[in-house]
């Protein structure tokens, strides 16, 4: 792969990370909510092979099918089969409308450029620069778990902030060494796997898995 | 060899547990397993006391002397905690919900030891993260809209937190990547080859990391404002699962963040983790008072005590000094007893009393003594009253802090501490004292003695500190040389 392609590649798949992270701010049905997320899982397994490919790193390139496996087949086909559920079910009530959250979403962006000067100064390499485009994916998941109702929308907001880590480590240390990989993506597979169990034993017992309903414990 | 069968004991009663259909002498092996990690423990520490660390498989895990006083805090604890199984199991109707209890208390077990034995960074946040999973069907253990909603919070909350965690870990690996000009190829999460190239590394970047990492396994640790998860989380579940999460699991987190603070320390000098860890300790010291004062359930008064009291570390930690680190060590020995002691007799008290409302409760020491002067005592050790050891190792804390010149932070301590003395004495009164028929109740021997035996432990230590002096010591020079 000659350079300009591969930094080609590398830009295009890592802003497709933080668009789809957008593009769940901006859908309310929860069902189209999970596609988005499976789409950002494919594009940051495409970041960790352009760059297993580049530096012909093993480890790395079986890394990007770890996290292709898991996060754009496994993890979203266990959501959508709570979305499935309820399929009509939407976002009706957000904390937060969607444009205000688009243009927090914005906001944010340009924070987690401010933040990541620091990193892009140690090393100013291609994937380094993009590093802030991994933060600001981590801002925008948060944003989505604190401002989304639907249970579903929650386990989403976490596991964006989770790809957005997913992509800063990629682009800064081209993967950390195999063993923590392995153990990390196994203990994301293994939250989804609860929090789906506790979002199916809720809805029994709530009649729908709205976070709302969650009131009976506080001070 | 010691630090693997530590490792592979409760690893091996976890899927004995699951493997054979439940008896209460599964309990009772669950039981000998916390005892023989204890005992572990003891071995551990009695080799690295002198300075010499243990490895096993090529240095991914290494026992030095603080790994080694963690185990033992985590075995005593367990063995505390799982000598209750088959009292608690006897009121669960259905076999497999027990085999399953006592397979994720096992599991729970060998994340944390995991832990702390680990020399690698990652492994350390992975085994930490596995907590969280092994934990959340301990905490809904009940079944019961509130449990869930507990276990929900919990999940969320901490799966957030340790991810901010990861990106820290990874930060610091960056930042070891790229020490002085050339890319490194030997870097690795080892924590002793960080140590080594510390003083080389980038200072923004270990600043963005260590803020990061405070951050992240301080929702673990139940550091305001990130605590919210704790109070519901330890109210819900069984007791024995309280006594562990709050007894140790906070610790555990705790010590991830002693070992990281020590990168720090070396990358960046004492004084940013030193602000760091005073604003986290003393918030979490002001929420935990202002919660307290009006509390009205008493399973989440211990809870926010916990808080306290992570906070009171936090403060030692930041002062950094051998002294305060010693003294953080011994104080999270004391901690993790008194609380174990106070969450299971609150346990048994519920059960008893079937309410956890401080409200409910009335006159507790005439109408059952045992489980009166249980409680009593224990709080009375909790609010750091001699001769029990979170006396002396508050006491130590503040003196560490006075002569790192942090008069303040010891003033601001000072009276947070005794606000939430007040509140807990009123509480206590509310619970103990009144008139009335003694009840007769099942007999609670095998609840009462280890209890009163783990209290008796405080008072050892509390008054002598031995044989824990050259331990504390060579532990706390691990991290604060």
Known sequence: ?219 | MLVLLTLFVPLVVGVVALAVPWRPWVGWLSAASSVSVLAFGIALCVKTTSGVAVVALRATYRADALSAFMVVIIGTVSVLATLQTSRVMAHETSPRHASTYVALMQAFITCMLSAVLTANLGILWVSIEATTIATTFLVSHHRTRKAFEASWKYVILCSVGIALAFLGTVLIYFAALHVGTASNATASLNWTSLMKVAPHLNHGVIRFAIALLVLGYGTKVGFAPMHSWLADAHGQSPAPVSALMSGVLLAVAFYALLRCKAIADAALGPAFPRALFLVVGLLSLIVAASLLIAQRDYKRMLAYSSVEHMGLLAVGAAAGSPLAIAAVLLHMLGHGLTKSVLFLSAGEISLAEGTTEIAGVKSLLARRPVLGALFGWGLLALVGLPPFSIFLSEFTMARAEIDQGLWWAVAICLVCVSLIFASITTHARHMLFGDGPRETSAPIAGVAVPLAGALGVCVVVGVSSWPLLSLLHAAAHVVAP
């Not at chain 1, 993890?75 to 979305?83: K, Q, S």
């Not at chain 1, 596991?159 to 392995?182: H, K």
């Not at chain 1, 709530?206 to 709302?212: E, G, I, M, Q, T």
Request: aromatic share 4%; proline share 4%; net charge neutral.
């Open chain 1, 1 to 219: 792969m000659n350079t300009s392609t591969y930094v080609a590649c590398l830009e295009l798949s890592t802003g497709a990370v933080l668009v789809f992270a957008l593009m769940t701010l901006w859908r309310r049905q929860v069902r189209a909510i999970v596609t988005m997320l499976r789409f950002q899982g494919v594009s940051l397994s495409v970041v960790a092979g352009v760059l297993a490919a580049h530096q012909h790193d093993l480890g790395l390139a079986i890394t990007a099918a770890m996290v292709f496996v898991v996060k754009a087949i496994v993890v979203p086909e266990l959501l959508a089969r709570v979305a499935r559920l309820d399929p009509h079910s939407r976002e009706t009530t957000p904390l937060m409308n969607v444009p205000a959250s688009l243009v927090s979403g914005a906001v944010l962006i340009v924070i987690a450029f401010a933040v990541s000067t620091s990193l892009t100064a140690l090393a100013p390499t291609v994937p380094t620069r993009l590093v802030p485009i991994g933060v600001a994916t981590v801002l925008v998941g948060y944003l989505m778990l604190v401002t989304r109702r639907r249970a579903v929308s929650q386990i989403v907001g976490l596991l964006i902030v989770d790809n957005g880590i997913g992509l800063a480590t990629f682009l800064l240390t081209a993967g950390v060494p195999l063993v923590v990989e392995l153990g990390s993506t196994l203990d994301v597979l293994l939250v989804v796997v609860v929090l789906r169990l506790l979002v199916t034993n809720v809805g029994h017992r709530l009649s729908s898995p709205d976070l709302d309903e969650m009131r009976e414990l506080h001070d």
